[in-house]
């Protein structure tokens, strides 16, 4: 390439019949400059060593040294890199290590007091539930979007709901606030048109869950579920993760629809919340053809609120300093030595009977009785 430069050929044209770049004719070119070929250097690798020196093992049993008679003799007891690197600095140590090589011959020697946090891989979706969790059922996830407005007009909440493994999702803006009532007509409406899941997942807000002001209280919305075969679900209070694909929905509901349109009216903004949720549907549509078959809506089927419910109320709840746990108003014993951790309360409406298992995101298929109790709850007339 060099020799054709100097024969009087242009760099582009030299660049064009080698199939490389102009700028590295160009580097050639000046690398060869006022030189004959024969003794020109053609290597384009640097001399020098690829990786950098090690530190002079003096240096490094020195830092050892220095942190050692911290860590022993110093007033606040402060014996880190920093502070390594100033008593090196007083003592005029040549060549001073920089605070990232102390480190690292810290660790290198194994002095270190920190440990590597060790990453574990999450959990599978709905860990909580082992039917959900292997997918022969699908779990349907609720909750509500609170203190929006619209310009000039009504205070506005949003029911919105969400399948695990389909994504299937729904919205409901309403006037003013959501009511138990509004729950349960909006599920049977949904139910109706998409067929029903294994499981319906809720917070432990009294719209869900019912009053919390007396035990033993079966609400509304429990009712339905266990009517219609589905096990309703109440998470942790105040615990991340366990309603985080409903929460992400809300966020993007709020992101899409709430936030992206000027709203003149509730009309217009349900006409925006249908569109939106017409078009994720169709989105998802192959996520939620793949996803646990849902049973069919029962015909003929009427919610009657005062008859005694039958099947499973299923709790996930935080045991206290003292192994209790709480739920539908009371107490219950658990484990003295498995405190401040998850557990899933099963009530059994058929066999009067409580069961707890012990949770573990670590371990997540490992999910053992701790206790079962018999806990019979009377029949009550329910106030509609």
């Given at each position: 390439m060099v020799a054709a430069v100097r024969s009087g050929r242009s760099q582009h044209e030299v660049s064009h019949e080698f199939h490389v770049s102009q700028s590295t004719v160009h580097y050639w070119v000046h690398q060869a400059h006022g030189r004959r070929l024969d003794r020109v250097d053609w290597h384009d690798?640097?001399?020098?060593?690829?990786?950098s020196p090690r530190t002079d093992p003096t240096i490094e049993d020195l830092v050892l040294e220095v942190r050692t008679g911290l860590e022993r003799d110093s007033d606040l007891g402060f014996h880190g890199a920093d502070v390594i690197s100033e008593i090196l600095q007083s003592r005029q140590v040549e060549?001073?290590?920089?605070?990232?090589?102390?480190?690292?011959?810290?660790?290198?020697?194994?002095v270190l007091d920190s440990r590597k946090r060790t990453r574990r891989p999450a959990p599978?979706?709905?860990?909580?539930?082992?039917?959900?969790?292997?997918k022969p059922q699908e779990l349907d996830s609720f909750d509500v979007v609170e203190g929006l407005v619209i310009r000039d007009g009504p205070q506005v909440e949003v029911l919105n709901g969400v399948s695990l493994h389909g994504g299937?999702?729904?919205?409901?803006?309403?006037e003013a606030s959501v009511t138990a009532k509004l729950v349960v007509e909006s599920l049977v409406e949904h139910w109706r048109a998409f067929g029903l899941p294994g499981y319906a997942q809720f917070d432990n807000d009294t719209i869900f869950q019912g009053?919390?002001?007396h035990p033993d209280v079966i609400?509304?919305?429990?009712?339905?579920?266990?009517?219609?075969?589905?096990?309703?679900?109440?998470?942790?209070?105040?615990?991340?993760?366990?309603?985080?694909?409903?929460?992400?929905?809300?966020?993007?509901?709020?992101?899409?629809?709430?936030?992206?349109?000027?709203?003149?009216?509730l009309l217009e903004l349900q006409?925006?919340?249908?569109?939106?949720?017409?078009?994720?549907?169709?989105?998802?549509?192959?996520?939620?053809?793949?996803?646990?078959q849902r049973r069919a809506f029962p015909t003929g089927w009427h919610l009657n609120l005062q008859a005694r419910p039958r099947g499973r109320i299923l709790y996930l709840r935080r045991t206290s300093a003292a192994g209790t746990v709480e739920v539908l108003g009371r107490v219950f014993e658990v484990d003295p030595h498995w405190l401040n951790r998850l557990v899933r309360v099963e009530v059994d409406l058929d066999e009067d009977k409580i069961r707890i298992y012990r949770l573990r995101r670590g371990e997540p298929k490992d999910q053992p009785l701790l206790k079962e109790f018999q806990h019979h709850i009377k029949k009550r007339r329910f106030s509609e």
């Open positions: 690798r640097p001399h020098t060593t690829r990786t060549p001073l290590p920089s605070g990232r090589t102390i480190n690292r011959i810290l660790e290198r020697r194994g599978p979706p709905g860990w909580h539930l082992p039917e959900v969790a292997s299937l999702a729904v919205s409901w803006p309403v009053t919390h002001a609400g509304r919305v429990s009712r339905l579920c266990l009517s219609l075969g589905v096990v309703p679900v109440f998470v942790v209070p105040r615990e991340f993760g366990f309603q985080s694909m409903v929460e992400n929905y809300n966020g993007t509901w709020q992101a899409k629809v709430w936030a992206r349109f000027e709203h003149g009216s006409g925006h919340s249908q569109r939106y949720v017409t078009a994720l549907r169709r989105h998802r549509s192959d996520r939620i053809e793949s996803a646990p």
